[in-house]
T-cell receptor
């Protein structure tokens, strides 16, 4: 079965420091991986996705993610955290069942708290 | 502006009182989907639609109905809501249901409380 794991419920980081939000996946076949962010009282906003090619994917708001096939990971990173980055982050993998569905399988989410 | 809209944003109701949460997208997307978000469980798919008049169950369809009579609209219907349907609901859409590389765009969410 396809699945996504976000091992940390919360990540705390000081403003200006680099941040990493971890994600590991389990899929059969090629993985299509996504990161979304949810700000308080807002919907999910798309950050970036990995389809194929370069293992380092750049996305919105200065975020990037590194795809590592051998470790089945897709960690979200940012070189310098901002207080405004504080939000709930979701990793997701596209589920493929005979090509008939576009369902996303989500991790449980990681709350990022950036302290001033 | 390209967007997915949902109404209402917040709803408090009582057990058994039928309700509908509307979802509309202005991007001419074929694929639409409903998810519910619960603490510690992430988002789980309720129903999806590949196109007009084509809908199917997701992972947690019990207690929900949907319809897709027009391409832009995908309402979620709770015929007899129960407290275990208290949750945050998201509608999403993408260009196609057959392209795994397509990005899904989400609405702002509807927070439903069933007393």
């Amino acid at each position: 079965a396809q699945s996504v794991a976000q091992p940390e419920d919360q990540v705390n980081v000081a403003e200006g420091n680099p941040l990493t939000v971890k994600c590991t996946y389990s899929v059969s076949g090629n993985p299509y991986l996504f990161w979304y962010v949810q700000y308080p009282n807002r919907g999910l906003q798309f950050l970036l996705k990995y389809i194929t090619g370069d293992n380092l994917v750049k996305g919105s708001y200065g975020f990037e993610a590194e795809f590592n096939k051998s470790q089945t990971s897709f960690h979200l990173k940012k070189p310098s955290a901002l207080v405004s980055d504080s939000a709930l982050y979701f990793c997701a993998v596209r589920a493929l069942y005979g090509g008939a569905t576009n369902k996303l399988i989500f991790g449980t989410g990681t709350l990022l708290a950036v302290q001033p | 502006e390209a967007q997915v809209t949902q109404n209402p944003r917040y709803l408090i109701t009582v057990t058994g009182k039928k309700l509908t949460v509307t979802c509309s997208q202005n991007m001419n997307h074929e694929y639409m989907s409903w998810y519910r978000q619960d603490p510690g469980l992430g988002l789980r798919q309720i129903y999806y639609s590949m196109n007009v008049e084509v809908t199917d169950k997701g992972d947690v369809p019990e207690g929900y109905k949907v319809s897709r009579k027009e391409k832009r609209n995908f309402p979620l219907i709770l015929e007899s809501p129960s407290p275990n349907q208290t949750s945050l609901y998201f509608c999403a859409s993408s260009s196609s249901g057959h392209q795994p590389t397509d990005t899904q765009y989400f609405g702002p969410g509807t927070r439903l409380t069933v007393l």
